[in-house]
């Protein structure tokens, strides 16, 4: 099921990432749940930083995950 998810998400993260983000959360493997959401949040820092860093910063995400897609810069 989490594969099936993973899928679903990353499908419809080009066109809605907000969607795609409700979809991942699902994810019962934590470690698939995380590199799917971080995914996500790259393609909607993309098309949508205004509404992406928000999320970001507020998401359950690991901290690392947040700075690397916040602070592209800080992680190098």
Known sequence: RDAALGAYASHVANNDPADSVQWAQKIQDPAQRANTLENTARLWLAAD????????????????????????????
């Open 49 to 76: 930083p205004t509404a992406a860093q928000p999320w970001i910063a507020k998401s359950s995400l690991p901290d690392e995950i947040k700075i690397r897609l916040l602070n592209p810069n800080a992680a190098n």
